[in-house]
């Protein structure tokens, strides 16, 4: 069974730079698509991020363009999310995903999920 872990959260302050990483227990993910999603308090789980098995293709959400940037591990089972100038609206919990196929930004799309990381942001 697909096992997926992300780490790298923790607590800021606006404007520092952080790394999330996301790393699955099995090699199949090395051909899925893999993607991060965010879920600030009281609000639904959106779209940040999505990267294909070999890192070739890319997606990013608008609001994020500029100061987030995904990418795959040499490793394929990793991936990254860097995030630079950090603001308290990003303080969510972020949640790495996979599924086979092509890259998508439709959160029903993706069958494995990790438990999430907390990021909190403070002015």
């Known amino acids: 069974q697909v096992r997926l872990e992300e780490s790298g959260g923790g607590s800021m302050k606006a404007g520092d730079s952080l790394r999330l990483f996301c790393r699955a227990n099995?090699?199949?993910?090395?051909?899925?698509?893999m993607a991060w999603f965010r879920q600030a308090p009281g609000k639904e789980r959106e779209f940040v991020a999505a990267?294909?098995?070999?890192?070739?293709?890319?997606d990013v959400a608008e609001f994020v363009k500029g100061r987030f940037t995904i990418s795959r591990g040499n490793v394929k089972n990793t991936m990254y999310l860097q995030i630079d100038s950090l603001r308290p609206e990003d303080t969510a919990d972020y949640y790495c995903?996979?599924?086979?196929?092509?890259?998508?930004?439709?959160?029903?799309?993706?069958?494995?999920w990790g438990q999430g990381t907390h990021l909190t942001v403070s002015s």
């Open positions: 995903a996979a599924r086979t196929g092509q890259l998508t930004r439709l959160l029903n799309e993706y069958v494995y």
């Open positions: 099995e090699r199949v993910v090395n051909s899925f698509a």
């Open positions: 990267v294909n098995w070999d890192g070739g293709s890319l």
